[in-house]
């Protein structure tokens, strides 16, 4: 295995689940490209280096020009919130880097235009880690679906709903309530959670063209978290909307943080002439099944164990009947990129996958605020 140096920007939550896979992949997964922990980059020079001894990675870094300029750093990875990916990616690709980028790609899509523009000038390899394309049961409904399976679609629901955000004593801004301040988060649960959701959608439904959506900020002044004084929320508490897709399919999305009793229920439910699939982020090693074409009196929903060697990812990890979790779609997704480095080929998200995510949640914004139906633009 050829070694590939990554330098990583970020020691947060996606910092820890990034580097696990950088870890894990090798192990697991017969890749001819092998990632060298080189570098890890965070502002604060203690946190990065206690960050850098837990997890095996060579050396630190504070500023991430440094990083980026190191000629021993072959793949930048940006782990870090989203107000700095769009100035870490494009001079990464400037400098000839390999760029891995967390989503949302940019701020808005200006900037993601920008990025993409980048990577694709300087001809770099590039992906974006919209990781829950890679849980096995996800894959396999992208099977099903590719496979004619389910015939005509009709219908795709999904949702993301969480609830920390509810009382209004929820600080916004600084290190732990970034995502409330649109000037580090770009929006709300807009660009947080239904991004992942519009990114499943167009894998497995292929292109919206036009959506309806509507926003709310429920709570509309929080102190600040750094310096406790109060200011006006910028963000998008709650997000829905409805979309047209391109083969002719009707779609519902909602996302927010303000449904009691749910931490992070990310689902799908889709709708065929023949068949029904269903996914829950809550129970991600099973997919739900229903087949109008089984024989009547057995007919009924099916739920999929999805722990078989022949069920996708599932042939490297243990055995049949035993499940793997959310880190495993993080280290399925370096698996996949490094070996669609080492053989020359394109995987996706790639940045202009993720562009596409970008111009459907601005559209859903824009909707918002006008009211009107908006027509979606294509990346
Ligand atoms: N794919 C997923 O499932 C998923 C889940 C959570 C977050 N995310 C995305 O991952 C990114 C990080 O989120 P998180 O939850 O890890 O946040 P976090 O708050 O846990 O960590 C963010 C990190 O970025 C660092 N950072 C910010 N600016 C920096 C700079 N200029 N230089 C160096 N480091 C800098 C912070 O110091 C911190 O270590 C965000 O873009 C977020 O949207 C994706």
Redesign the pocket.
């Known amino acids: 295995m050829k070694p590939l140096n990554v330098g990583m ?9 990034h580097t696990n896979a950088f870890r894990q992949a090798p192990q697991f997964f017969p890749l001819q490209r092998r990632p060298v922990l080189k570098a890890v ?4 020079v203690q ?1 990065a280096q206690a960050f850098a001894e837990n997890w095996g990675y060579e050396s630190v870094e ?3 020009k440094a990083l980026v300029a190191r000629p021993d750093i072959d793949l930048i990875d ?8 769009a100035e ?1 990616a494009i001079a990464a690709a400037k400098a000839g880097k390999i760029v891995m ?4 790609l940019g701020m808005n899509p200006e900037a993601s235009l920008r990025m993409v523009e980048a990577v694709e000038k300087a001809g770099v390899a590039n992906m974006v ?4 394309r890679r849980a096995p049961a996800v894959t396999l409904a992208k099977q099903l679906i590719d496979s004619g399976k389910l015939g005509r679609i009709f219908h795709y629901r999904a949702k993301f709903l969480q609830d920390w955000t509810i009382s209004a004593e929820v600080p916004q801004g600084g ?2 309530t ?2 409330l301040d649109a000037s580090v ?1 770009g929006s709300g649960v807009t ?2 959670l239904l ?2 959701c519009i990114d499943t959608a167009l894998w497995l439904n292929g292109s919206i063209e036009t959506v309806s959506g509507m926003t709310e900020t429920f709570i509309k002044q929080r102190k600040d978290a750094d310096s406790g004084e109060l200011h006006e929320v910028t963000i998008d508490d709650a997000s829905a909307f409805l979309a047209r897709f391109s083969n002719g399919s009707l779609a519902t999305f909602e996302a927010t943080r303000y449904a009691r009793g749910h931490k992070a229920l990310n689902t799908f439910e889709i709708n065929g002439e023949h068949a029904s699939i269903a996914w829950d982020l809550h129970d991600l090693h099973r997919l739900q099944w229903f087949d109008h074409r089984d024989e009547s009196a057995l007919r009924g929903w099916r739920s999929i164990h999805v722990s078989e060697g022949e069920h996708p990812y599932l042939d490297h990890w243990w055995i049949p009947g035993v499940q793997i979790g ?1 880190e495993h ?2 280290v399925h997704q370096v698996a996949d990129f490094f070996t669609a480095i080492a053989e020359g080929t394109v995987v996706g998200p790639t940045f202009r996958d993720a562009l596409g995510t970008d111009y459907v949640t601005d559209a859903v914004l824009s909707s918002a605020k006008t009211g009107q139906w908006t027509k979606v633009k294509q990346a």
Do not use: Q, S
């Open positions: 920007v970020g020691t947060g939550l996606m910092g820890r689940a980059c965070g502002r604060d946190k504070t500023d991430w940006i782990a870090a919130t989203n107000d700095v990916h870490i980028c967390e989503k949302p880690w919209y990781n829950y290190a732990g970034w995502r988060a660009g947080d991004a992942h959310f779609t993080f």
